[in-house]
């Protein structure tokens, strides 16, 4: 049980900083030219294929795109069922 827990303990902490990875991301449409930059590149690899899956809803309002928030709401709602799942397991 211990190894399970470690497991969640990890992937909890990679979608902490995933979350981060899309906030910073989603500041970054507030600076110019931001996106062409390397780290603006690297982000994009990292959080557009993700972001895509949600771009495709419409969450678009008055020109604000909330797909970043769906997204970030995505994974913290997996985070919880998986939560719940491991509870289950351990007792």
């Known amino acids: 049980m211990n ?9 909890n ?3 902490y900083l995933y979350t981060i990875l899309l906030v ?7 600076f110019p030219g931001a ?3 390397r780290f603006g590149q690297l982000l994009g690899r990292i ?16 020109g604000i795109d ?7 709401l995505a994974l913290n709602f997996a985070m919880g069922v998986l939560q719940r799942i491991l509870i289950n397991i351990i007792y």
């Open 3 to 11: 190894l399970l827990i470690t497991i969640f303990y990890y992937l």
């Open 13 to 15: 902490r990679l979608v």
């Open 24 to 30: 910073v991301y989603a500041l970054m449409s507030w």
């Open 35 to 37: 996106y062409q930059s």
């Open 47 to 62: 959080c557009e294929p993700f972001l895509n899956l949600f771009r495709r809803l419409p969450l678009q309002f008055g």
């Open 66 to 72: 909330f797909s970043v928030m769906a997204a970030i």
